[in-house]
């Protein structure tokens, strides 16, 4: 990372789950002052890391839209970045800081660290991690993620069938991340690990679409990409983590 | 989870992962009207959760100490929580809400879900998620935690080292939580992986004291409870992720 008196500095700003009250309080100053602000967006419609924040921006922004084609083949989307990364750097150069919005998180599956990849041996870059999709679901399901001595498992529901399978083995808990059309593989590979009864099934966490119900009453035929399926192998138990003194060292 | 019309509400609070400004503006929020607040501490000492939240608390509240032994034993840990959730549901049966501090996120290995465990039966219990010390590290040392597909598993260094070995094999990430005394045993497993070269240690992400150096350099002799190791399979490649259309669904 480089830095001088004159440069701005590129912030990848974690915005949160969906409510935009769960924005940090850095974030939140920081989208105060930077007067650039860059978001992720589909190539047509409304950027939901841009609605998230969307309270908190000042008037009178510079505004950076990154759109991406939904069906990304390598070219397009190395130059959607590369196009991006350009203009940031404009920005930062000039002396501007650019905040860069990311749903949840920015390092926790974001796409900002295309952006990242891309500035941080030209310029300043600091991330400001935010409240995760993880972490948020969990919250709204009423129901701990992991507990004392847990393992557990994120597994992207693009993933083959086998490597699925494989990486559930003996894990305590799991989180299905970007579930959209692989809902029946992983509910069946669930079943067979014995998983499934208690699962949960999460889309737009902590938004005012916010939809939570157990995985076997959930519709396949109306499962967005980024939807979430959270199991844990104490099955209902794992509303009462039980006795504290398990997770002693 | 009962509610009625005089009976406060039990908040627990994710104050995030050490720096004060990485809370929510919810969580903010709730500490500013909360007349009570709780917080989990040793015997003797400071509590880290109510050291992260305290520039953000007001003048006068009422304070609800639960200080856990630091070597558990069944009955004393269970005793305490029990007292806590006993002295907690006073408070909300007159009228009042409590804000439980919880640092980084309440239900991702946090002692909150054994309250919480204890009061959702009987009292309207929120959950704010905060951020997580897994996403604030990843954040400090500029790499990201998972991309694109990658499997990614948080493992506790108490774990057996057969179990460790079994749930690391074909996992693209891991994160190693708790690692303690454990560190030893951890490098020694990434070694056998071959995820070892060029994994992280960090201690304090995000606080004043924050440590962060390559696995190899870490000095096992000075290890706390609470560090972590980050570890990717693409082992130095993992700072720059590469091809975005590999993410594809």
Sequence with gaps: M????????????????????????????ILQSAPVVAWPAPMEGESLARRIAAPHLPEGLTEVPIRMPMVEARFPAERVYDAAAEEISGHVQAGRDVAVLCEGDPFFYGSFMYLFARLVDRHRVEVVPGVSSLMASAAMTGAPLASRNDSLAVLPGPLPEEDIAARLDGMDAVVFIKVGRHFEKIRRLLEDAGMAEDALYIQHATMDRQHIQPLRDADETAVPYFSMILAHRRGEAWRKPGDPAEAAQ
């Design 2 to 29: 480089m830095s001088n008196g004159k440069a701005g500095t590129v912030y990848g700003i974690g915005v949160g789950p969906g409510d935009p009250d769960l924005i940090t309080l850095k974030a939140y100053r």
